[in-house]
């Protein structure tokens, strides 16, 4: 939701307060009027209080985030990673020949 539409929003929403407060509490038409007025305002003026914030942490967010840093890190990462897929292969081609070997002397034992 834009910033614009969500003071909208606000705005008319603390006129509906504001006039159902008024309708509660005062017993004339200026009573109801001095409610809905300072209502809407407060709520007017809490949603840009809202917004701000909101355009703040935004802001903040993106602007102290270290991309650069972190894409080194993951590209150390990465290239850990493959280290250690080449070590785990070799040790797989290792075993795959030690089990060869054993079921080689296997067979030989058992043949004579």
Not at 37 to 59: C, M, Q
Not at 75 to 97: G, Q
């Amino acid at each position: 939701m834009l910033g614009e539409n969500f003071v909208y929003f606000f705005t008319v929403q603390g006129f509906f307060v504001g006039i159902v407060f008024g309708i509660l509490k005062s017993f004339d038409a200026e009573g109801l009027l001095v409610y809905t007025f300072f209502f809407t305002t407060f709520f007017y003026l809490f949603s840009h209080i809202i917004i701000a914030f909101y355009f703040k942490t935004l802001i903040a967010k993106s602007h102290f985030f270290p991309r650069d840093l972190h894409e080194r890190e993951l590209d150390l990462f990465v290239l850990e990673i493959n280290k250690r897929e080449k070590l785990i292969d070799s040790a797989c081609k290792i075993t795959d020949i030690a089990i060869k070997m054993n079921s080689e002397n296997a067979t030989v034992v058992k043949s004579s």
